[in-house]
């Protein structure tokens, strides 16, 4: 995760397991304009969601194997953040 410089890198896509959780985190760097179009309508229909700013969003999917129905989706923004599916897993 970090290069020999010190500096952060990440990839367009990593996962972070959390120990005794049995799941994790994954995040996905992504346009802006990818993430209107993939999840158009979930939000369209959030209840408090504001134009997303910045050119790169992040989509993190967040889960517990043990616990069903704890799959939860956000799309986090600059100015917001968005409850786009949950209930998965």
Same mark, same amino acid.
């Given at each position: 995760?970090?290069?020999r ?7 367009? !896509?990593?996962?972070?397991? /959390? ?9 996905v760097?992504?346009?802006? &304009?990818? =993430? ?11 209840p408090?969601?504001?134009?997303? !700013?910045?050119?790169?969003? /992040? ?13 939860? &989706?956000? =799309? ?14």
């Amino acid at each position: 995760m970090f290069a020999r410089d010190g500096k952060l890198q990440l990839k367009a !896509e990593e996962y972070f397991p /959390v120990p005794g959780m049995y799941g994790g985190f994954n995040l996905v760097l992504m346009k802006k &304009e990818e =993430v209107l179009h993939s999840y158009a309508a979930a939000l369209n229909n959030a209840p408090h969601a504001h134009p997303l !700013e910045g050119d790169i969003v /992040v989509v993190s999917s967040s889960w517990c194997r043990v616990a069903g129905g704890s799959g939860q &989706e956000h =799309v986090v923004a600059v100015n917001d953040t968005v409850l786009v599916d949950e209930g998965f897993v």
